[in-house]
């Protein structure tokens, strides 16, 4: 079966580093996707791996080890605007078939 | 470059009723992906189109269909609507082809109520 886990919720405080955990199941593996949904908009895209190791995007990074079926969303310098949902996606090999996990509700405090 | 449209935004139907949502990708994206979203269920995958052909599909009924024209515009229908077909409804254009991006580009999304 298809089966991806994130933390439900996480709080952290503005200025600090926050790391969001995302362990996956799939039949199949063609990369791992992190989008970032504000309440009430569209997810927008944040990274993508297909290769295990860390890829780094400004204050975002994003790491992925396919041998342990995991990955995390590395957020640095947290801003109050990063409050939000995060979002890991597999994409599995069967077509391009996008499987989301639960999603991570971010809160930066002051 | 204009972003993913949807239509329409909000909408309200009663249960048995039918709908049909309209998603049009950005231009030069030949693959649309429908995604239903609920508090309780999350982001779950109804169907994939590219150059018109239904090229993958989740696990909903059958009474979720869609379509893809030509120009790439795709619609979704719901029919015989159940209250639990309320939820916001997510379209996604993506490009495709050597040396193109993997990402989804996500439309603002239908926010369908049944009552």
């Known amino acids: 079966g298809q089966n991806i886990d994130q933390p439900t919720e996480m709080t952290a405080t503005e200025g600090a580093i926050v790391q969001i955990n995302c362990t996956y199941q799939t039949s199949g593996f063609n990369g791992l996707f992190w989008y970032q949904q504000h309440a009430g908009e569209a997810p927008t895209f944040l990274s993508y791996n297909v290769l295990d190791g860390l890829e780094e995007k400004g204050r975002f990074s994003s790491f992925l080890s396919r041998s342990k079926g995991y990955s995390y969303l590395l957020l640095k310098e947290l801003q109050m605007k990063d409050s939000a949902s995060y979002l890991c996606?597999?994409?599995?090999?069967?077509?391009?078939?996008?499987?989301f996990g639960p999603g991570t509700r971010l809160s930066v405090l002051p | 470059k204009a972003g993913v449209t949807q239509t329409p935004r909000y909408l309200i139907k009663t249960r048995g009723q039918q709908v049909t949502l309209s998603c049009s990708p950005i231009s030069g994206h030949r693959s649309v992906s429908w995604y239903q979203q609920t508090p309780g269920q999350g982001l779950q995958f109804l169907f994939e189109?590219?150059?018109?052909?239904?090229?993958n599909k989740g696990n909903f009924p059958g009474r979720f269909s869609g379509r893809q024209f030509s120009n790439s515009r795709s619609e979704m229908n719901v029919s015989t609507l159940e209250l639990g077909d309320s939820a916001l409804y997510l379209c996604a254009s993506r490009l495709e082809g050597q040396g193109a991006s993997y990402e989804q580009y996500f439309g603002p999304g239908t926010r369908l109520t049944v009552t």
């Open positions: 189109y590219f150059s018109e052909t239904q090229r």
């Open positions: 996606a597999v994409e599995d090999n069967y077509g391009q078939n996008f499987v």
